[in-house]
């Protein structure tokens, strides 16, 4: 007799082509079905339990099968499931963008649903593009940062740039440009970066829509980071050269970098900012992008003058998706959620001093619920990220190393018991696979 969890295995096989996996690899590694969730932890189908380290890809803020969020969702599936957004609205959407236009930065005043991260972005692209023709000019490139990632659809690819997702397509993308990320945490960095960012400006703004970035944290890429002040920077210089600034917040909003949005640690307003992730505190596909008053106006006229923005999605400000939403947000109204990740960061930074001391750590890096161990002298090929899984997950821990980038981005109620347990099996993965010379 196969175990439950193997014949559900086999069964996905047979007809799953699972994302962002070789699957040959699953000949080997196991997948692993599961059945519930609850709180930080997953439960598979023969009783193991994993505390989910990662959020689910980012997406987990209060736990799975979080009560408050579940009843809201409830509530709403009873009411009215789904609706369409053009022509008609409802109440979770409308309650929703009030809420967002009141918490983000004081310039973003409009907010356009869509449902997943990767169409937020192209939406945002294509209204930045949209936005300077209708003022007279034609601008098709975008301006991202090395490293950085911003979703796999192919306007989103374009203006990331990491190589294994990008390279096989690139004959297919738009026009995009890249200018050097801040190496590092430093000032010095991000003086080097700006004077990088000004230059290109100065030579071809005049064909450029908007400069996208992924503010404070490079996640896909290696959870990387920078200062604020290149936030800084990068918003006057945008403003001078007369190219949007997109702030893609997908990953870092709602708390993840310390403050609600990263925006605030430089105290700055984007032009848009797009929105996905934690926003339904990670239940459903919802994402937005919300921009100015001077934008959207741009797009305001007679219908026969053609400059409205006519991009839709079928599931656009789904009802369920919108409760979810609001029940997360409501959360972060009644609980002191970001004083309490402050107090759990400087537990995790202070346990994390052992890693500096190991020979194959090169750096740890912390910012805000999202901290890295990058690790030194290993090839690409040794895969070493995948041989941390295998053994975090036989210690009931659920880590998805980028590469050599082991991380932490744990739901928010984690507790510091969970978090000994996560960051010891780190710890313990990572002494492991230390080669003995
Ligand atoms: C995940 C992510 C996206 C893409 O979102 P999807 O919902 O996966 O399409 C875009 N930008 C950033 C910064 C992300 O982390």
Redesign the pocket.
């Known amino acids: 007799m196969l175990s439950k969890n193997t014949q559900m295995m086999q069964r996905d096989l047979e007809v799953i082509w699972h994302p962002c996996t070789q699957m040959k690899d699953h000949e080997t590694l196991p997948l692993v079905p599961i059945k519930s969730g609850k709180g930080v932890y997953l439960y598979d189908f023969e009783g193991n339990k994993y505390i989910d380290a990662v959020s689910s890809?980012?997406v987990n803020l209060f736990g799975h099968a979080n009560e408050r969020i579940n009843n809201k969702i409830k509530e709403q599936l009873d009411t009215l499931e789904h609706v369409l957004l053009a022509g008609f609205t409802h109440e979770p959407a409308i309650e929703l963008a009030h809420q967002l236009v009141n918490m983000t930065p004081e310039e973003l005043r409009k907010v356009f649903y869509v449902d997943?991260?990767?169409?937020?972005?192209e939406a945002a692209l294509k209204m930045s593009y949209h936005y300077h023709l209708n003022m007279g000019s034609r601008k098709p490139i975008f301006l991202s940062l090395s490293n950085s990632?911003?979703?796999?659809?192919i306007g989103?690819l374009s203006v990331g740039d990491v190589a294994l997702y990008k390279e096989t397509y690139e004959p297919l993308l738009i026009g995009n440009m890249q200018v050097p990320v801040p190496k590092d945490q430093t000032v010095e960095a991000t003086q080097v970066a700006l004077v990088a960012l000004e230059k290109v400006l100065k030579e071809k703004s005049s064909e450029i829509s908007a400069f996208i970035i992924?503010p404070l944290i490079q996640?896909?890429g290696g959870m990387h980071m920078y200062h604020h002040d290149y936030l800084v920077g990068a918003r006057r210089l945008t403003k001078a050269y007369n190219v949007h600034l997109i702030a893609?917040?997908?990953?870092?909003g709602f708390g993840r970098t310390g403050k609600m949005f990263a925006c605030e640690h430089a105290n700055i307003s984007p032009d848009f900012m797009?929105l996905?992730?934690g926003l339904t505190g990670g239940y459903l596909?919802l994402?937005v992008v919300m921009t100015s008053d001077e934008i959207y106006q741009a797009f305001y006229c007679d219908y026969n003058e053609y400059k409205a923005f006519l991009h839709s999605h079928s599931y656009t400000g789904n009802p369920l998706a919108c409760a979810a939403a609001l029940a997360t947000l409501e959360i972060f109204k009644d609980e002191d959620v970001l004083m309490e990740n402050e107090k759990k960061r400087q537990y995790i930074e202070t346990k994390m001093e052992p890693f500096t001391a190991l020979l194959n750590v090169k750096e740890v890096r912390q910012q805000g619920m999202v901290t890295a161990i990058e690790l030194k002298g290993y090839e690409t090929s040794e895969r070493i990220g995948l041989r941390i899984y295998e053994y975090a997950l036989t210690q009931g821990v659920l880590l998805r190393p980028l590469g050599h980038i082991i991380y932490f981005m744990p739901p928010y109620i984690i507790s510091y018991e969970e978090i000994d347990k996560m960051i010891d099996v780190a710890f313990k993965g990572i002494q492991k696979i230390m080669k003995v010379d």
């Not at 990632?149 to 659809?153: I, R, V």
């Not at 893609?248 to 870092?252: F, L, Y």
């Open positions: 890809w980012w997943n991260g990767s169409s937020a972005v990632y911003h979703g796999e659809t989103a992924e996640g896909a893609d917040e997908i990953m870092t797009t996905s992730k596909a994402s």
